[in-house]
Each structure stands twice: as C-alpha cells, then as structure tokens.
C-alpha cells in the first residue's frame, strides 16, 4: 500500500510539474540615486582630469554590474557614457543611444556604483566611456 501511494505522489508531481507554465522573472533594478543628475550640462569647457588609470580601474569594477544589463533579448549596441565626478563619485551621468533600455541600464550602474579612490573632496572630473554590449 504504501510503495502504490509513493508512486501515486510522484506521478502526480511529475504530471503536475510538467502542466505549469514558467513564471518570466523581470530584472529589478534599484532607483537612479537622488544625488546624481541623468543628464551631464553641456559645456564649452571640460572638466578635464588626469587620471585615465584610476577611472579605468574604477570602470573595470563595474563590469558584473554591466553583464547584468545584458539580456538575451538586447540587440548588440555601443553605448556611450558621459560621466562627471566631484570627489571621485558621480554628479551627473549621460548616454548615448538615449532610446536604449541597455544604455540606460549601463548608466544606473555606474550611476550607483562608481567610486574613483585617492579623490580630492573638491576635485571634479568628466569623461567618456564607450562600452559595447555584444
């Protein structure tokens, strides 16, 4: 009695497994943060820094974060971000295209998560990043 009763309980879990449909999981994605604007003024003079070394290895942390912007349904695009920094975090980040959902994402990501170290409290910097998501 109890072996059919078993086997009643795992046909009815296989059967029953089978029949339902996949739930799609959406990608929750924390909130812009308040301090940093979405879009970086125009300005007819840089805020130009010298430190390509510290924001490559600052930019090259963020790499999980950008692996998660790219799905299975984003089409290949190269994004562009603008980023302006005051102490070593952003003031403001902008990209191109403007339309993409994966540029939008890339930019959160750095939006939240950059950190350039050994800044100055009153040392401002703005520059470019490329990024290619294949």
Not at 35 to 48: E, I, K, L, N
Not at 70 to 84: A, F, N, T, Y
Not at 105 to 118: E, G, K, T
Request: glycine residues 6%; proline residues 9%; positive net charge.
């Amino acid at each position: 009695m109890r072996l059919i009763l078993l086997y009643a309980c795992a046909l009815f879990l296989t059967l029953t497994g089978c029949a339902s449909a996949p739930v799609p999981v959406e990608r929750a994605e924390p909130a812009w943060p308040e301090g940093v604007a979405q879009t970086c003024p125009q300005r007819r003079v840089s805020q130009c820094c010298f430190r390509t070394e510290a924001i490559k290895e600052a930019m090259a942390r963020l790499k999980a974060g950008f692996r998660a912007c790219h799905g299975p349904d984003v089409e290949p695009v190269l994004v562009e971000i603008r980023v302006e920094t005051r102490g070593g975090v952003p003031s403001c980040v902008g990209r191109t295209p403007k339309e993409s959902e994966a540029a939008r994402c890339l930019a959160s990501v750095v939006a939240r998560s950059l950190f350039i170290p050994d800044s100055a409290p009153e040392e401002a910097c703005s520059f470019r990043y490329p990024v290619r998501l294949q």
